[in-house]
């Protein structure tokens, strides 16, 4: 029986991919700092039939990702999945967003990840099997203004995936990383920012998307399951990355900065 550990895995894609996995008859674990949408998950599991867990776990507490390795150990016999997804969110301009803010992102959207890899990792170089999953983003492949932090940590999170999986390889571990656009979850909720129009900007992409959590983790356990590295879930922005692969980059700057300035034509009015 397929055996998942997943942070973040109280809200938005956490959460469907604890349902998606649950609902095929996995273990289930999840590691969250919401302990109300915690408690509203792991029941929601349970109406599954699954077997499932939550930890009160902060990717920004190495402590809490080893101790989360531990409790897999000790009660499954191991891990065959993990989901290094927990993240949040900025927007703004590079002269807006303190250097406090960059910290808690790096400490979150790309520590986090770091931490969980690092706790997890011997375990599956014992088991000689299992994957982890790192969840960045498109913004970690292509990278739109007014969210600087959020893109280089998501770059960061690209880069560390593409070295362990090459790293992992000989030990029998796969790597995947995946990098959704703009889709409905509480994500809006996290965002720090000093720029009122970016925020509601942001909120309206994740909120008002045409595509839901659970289709995007429908996506992502199949990438997954296929063995993808990249696992891409939005055509047009992986077509946008195609090209940008593919033209001088002069080319690819110049259409991206016309795309931006008609988007942020259309940024809400304020209320
Ligand atoms: N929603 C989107 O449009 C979108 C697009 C691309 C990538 N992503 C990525 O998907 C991942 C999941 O985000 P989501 O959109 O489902 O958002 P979400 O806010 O619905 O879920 C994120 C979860 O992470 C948890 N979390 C935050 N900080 C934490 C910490 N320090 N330790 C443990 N848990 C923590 C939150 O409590 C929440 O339950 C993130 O890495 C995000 O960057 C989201």
């Excluded at 999945?81 to 967003?97: Q, R, T």
């Excluded at 992409?205 to 939005?234: C, M, P, W, Y």
Aim: proline share 4%; charged share 20%; net charge positive.
């Amino acid at each position: 029986m397929t055996r998942v550990f997943i942070t973040g895995g109280a809200s938005g894609l956490g959460r469907a991919l604890a349902e998606a996995y649950a609902r095929d008859g996995a273990k289930v674990c999840i590691g969250d700092i919401h302990a109300e949408r915690c408690a509203e998950t792991l029941a929601a599991l349970s109406a599954l039939g699954a077997e499932a867990h939550a930890l009160g776990c902060n990717v920004t507490v190495e402590a809490d990702l080893e101790a989360a390795a531990t409790w897999l150990q000790a009660n499954w016999g191991g891990v065959d999945l993990v989901f290094n997804n927990a993240g949040v969110a900025d927007a703004g301009g590079i002269d807006e967003m303190p250097l406090a803010d960059w910290q808690w992102m790096i400490d979150i959207n790309l520590l986090g990840v770091v931490r969980g890899c690092k706790a997890f990792v011997p375990m599956l170089k014992r088991q000689g099997s299992g994957h982890l999953v790192n969840i960045a983003s498109m913004a970690g492949l292509i990278h739109p203004p007014m969210m600087s932090a959020y893109n280089a940590t998501k770059a960061a999170v690209v880069a560390l995936s593409e070295t362990l999986q090459a790293e992992l390889y000989p030990h029998g571990i796969q790597v995947s990383v995946v990098c959704p656009a703009f889709f409905r979850t509480n994500l809006a909720e996290s965002v720090r920012t000093a720029n009122a129009d970016m925020a509601r900007l942001t909120a309206k992409l994740i909120n008002k998307s045409a595509i839901g959590a659970e289709q995007i983790a429908a996506l992502v356990k199949a990438g997954v399951a296929r063995g993808d590295f990249h696992v891409l879930t939005h055509p047009r922005e992986r077509r946008i990355w195609l090209f940008k692969r593919a033209v001088p980059f002069p080319v690819y700057a110049g259409a991206m900065r016309r795309q931006m300035a008609k988007m942020m034509a259309k940024r809400p009015a304020r209320s």
